[in-house]
């Protein structure tokens, strides 16, 4: 059994709370958070109708952690199994990405490897996308089809339940009593509901639809001066980074404690000044609208070429996270109008 | 499970060298042996104080201990200055890709260096005379901002220059007194004669300045741009191509490098900053 129906999510919540520890959204002011779902104390659980703020990555690569431990090795602490509930399919796209550069043969990384095989991901569908949304644009749509290992998708007086792993199908034959069948009728419910939500993207983005593909346009814009005119509304906050769930810079420090010493991993910014700079003096991106092309480079062209896929989902946090104006779908768009200019002025010439 | 990427091993300073006013070399012994290949580089941890990517300057024939040449030039680097014979110390690595000796075998090895840019070639020079057969020749233009400044003085002014198969010339910035060799910037010694360019590879290492210019006279004497390599300084940390630091272009230079030939590395702005 693949796809089920419940009328409460409480009820599923529960069941999986009762397993391992499970993280839930929790609507703070605008924004949705992850809470622990122990702490809710049997308040009702929302079903978040958009990505929550914080990006997934906090579960996987915390913001700081203790990476090793000498003279004397200590083994890392174990990591127990927990759950999250909440992830959209962009999130899901930022895993795979992370994934990439955290379990790449013969680089993996101990620390987040144990933590992803020790989480069990549920993610649903977007049903409201914000204004800063914009995963359309990169080939993302706004439901999960791969990634999850159960999938909540909200309909009419309930909710379908469907599993995409073994993990997920254990659960659902685990719990089998708790869940009814699903009715055609719900089924095209659910993908009216995942259309209409297509239509609101496809509507509210228009404006920010490029006339090549993001790689394209940020090699072939590589010279423009959109960089730099864009980071003049930049105050290096470094939200952009803390935010996406796909940025994945880090900085390994030491530290000394009474009977070890520590060396710790805590994400960092390529947005920072002296992010690149070297003991001798120099620094190759000492000018804000270089570190700008850099961190565009790096997302649209240089994780693509590396990894087969572009290192954005298109979730839009950076868009409402950054204290200043830089407006990643601006730039894109900025960048595609210049190609379109551009080939208007070889084509003019070549006439 | 595979091992902990950041797991240093321990080791301990064993010998402290003078090599020149700002710069020293450490012989550092590993609690167990540690293999590289030339040109790699390594992490070197001050426990509690942080880590900083070194090249080995020793060969890597020998692995039970190793040595690093070090100018104090930042934060850590100036702690390892004031450390002794005795100082607990750990490495990471060997990262990256290090010299393609085999691609060098029966040409001619130009090798241009400055400064503490010498700590790396040392390992490479050591490499290649092991088995300078293999090499039609090994042609040297070492420079160094005065006589003083040199490093490894004395092997550089008295083995190395009797070496068959090794061509040598030295310059300095300035000099005050006792110098009977060149003056002048590294670029002034090279000439297009030195070697058969058809059949040759150049060797960069030193201040980005002076491979930016030697490199700059390199092309304009012949040199095909994939006949340069390059050692490229750059903020490794991780180096295992995630922490993103070091990154100079597409390229993880802890990972894809640190050595580059220049035609990789070309078309990216400020390579030499």
């Known amino acids: ?351 | 499970m595979t091992a902990n990427l950041y797991q240093p091993i321990n080791g301990e300073i064993v010998e402290v060298i003078d090599e020149s006013p700002t710069i020293k070399s450490f012989v550092i012994a590993p609690e167990r042996e540690f293999g590289f290949e030339t040109g790699q580089f390594v992490e070197l941890t001050l426990p509690g104080e942080g880590e900083a990517p070194f090249t080995p300057s020793s060969s890597p024939a020998v692995t039970e201990k190793m040595e690093i040449t070090i100018m104090k030039a930042g934060r850590i680097t100036a702690q390892l200055h004031a450390c002794e014979k005795g100082q607990p110390v750990a490495i990471r690595g060997p990262y990256g890709n290090g010299y393609p000796i085999d691609e060098f075998v029966g040409k001619e090895v130009y090798i241009v260096g400055g400064g503490v840019g010498l700590a790396p070639i040392r390992s490479l020079f050591l490499t290649l005379v092991d088995r300078i057969g293999d090499f039609k020749s090994v042609v040297c233009r070492f420079g160094a901002r005065t006589p003083e400044d040199f490093i490894y003085k004395h092997t550089l002014f008295g083995s190395w220059r009797e070496l068959d198969g090794v061509e040598m010339k030295l310059t300095v910035d300035e000099c005050n007194g006792d110098w009977d060799g060149n003056v002048g910037v590294v670029t002034t010694i090279l000439d297009p004669k030195d070697v058969d360019i058809e059949n040759a590879v150049a060797i960069v290492c030193g201040p980005p300045i002076m491979m930016k210019f030697a490199t700059i006279n390199l092309l304009e004497y012949g040199f095909d741009p994939t006949q340069i390599y390059l050692s490229m300084e750059k903020n490794m940390s991780c180096g295992v191509g995630k922490c993103g630091h070091c990154m100079l272009g597409k390229y993880y230079v802890c990972k894809d490098g640190p050595v580059f030939t220049y035609a990789q590395v070309q078309k990216y702005p400020k390579i030499w900053e």
């Open chain 1, 1 to 351: 059994m693949d796809t089920v129906f419940i009328s409460r999510l409480k009820t599923f919540l529960d069941a999986v709370a009762e397993t391992v520890p499970l993280y839930v959204p929790r609507r703070v002011d605008e924004h949705y958070v992850c809470v622990s779902y122990d702490s809710e104390n049997g308040k009702v659980p929302e079903f978040n109708n958009i990505r929550v703020c914080t990006p997934v990555k906090e579960f996987l690569f915390p913001l700081r952690e203790l990476a090793a431990v000498f003279p004397e090795p200590v083994a890392p602490e174990e990591v127990a199994p927990f759950a999250v509930f909440g992830l959209k399919a962009c999130d899901l796209r930022s895993m795979e990405i992370l994934d990439k550069v955290f379990m790449e043969e013969e680089f993996e990384d101990t620390l987040y490897l144990v933590r992803r095989e020790k989480m069990l991901v549920i993610s649903s569908d977007c049903s409201d996308p914000a204004e800063s949304c914009f995963c359309n644009i990169l080939g993302g749509q706004s439901h999960p089809e791969e990634g999850f290992d159960l999938n909540v998708s909200a309909v009419d007086d309930g909710f379908i339940v469907q599993s995409g792993s073994s993990k997920g199908r254990r659960f659902l034959s685990a719990h089998i009593s708790m869940f009814g069948d699903v009715p055609d009728a719900l089924l095209a419910e659910r993908q009216k509901n995942r259309t209409a939500t297509h239509d609101q993207l496809e509507k509210a983005n228009g404006a920010f639809q490029l006339r090549a593909s993001a790689q394209e346009v940020v090699e072939r814009g590589y010279e423009s001066e959109v960089f730099d005119e864009q980071a003049q509304t930049c105050v290096e906050c470094q939200a952009c980074t803390r935010v996406c769930p796909t940025c994945h810079c880090f900085y390994l420090y030491d530290t000394k404690q009474q009977d070890y010493f520590g060396k710790m991993k805590m994400w960092d910014s390529c947005m920072r000044t002296g992010y690149a700079a070297v003991a001798g003096g120099g620094n190759p991106r000492e000018m804000l609208g270089d570190r700008l092309r850099h961190r565009m480079m790096h997302k649209f062209s240089y994780f693509l070429e590396r990894y087969g896929v572009e290192m954005c989902v298109g979730c839009g946090r950076c868009v409402d996270g950054e204290a200043g104006e830089v407006d990643i779908r601006v730039l894109l768009r900025k960048l595609s109008d210049e190609l379109t200019d551009k080939g208007r002025a070889v084509a003019k010439k070549a006439k």
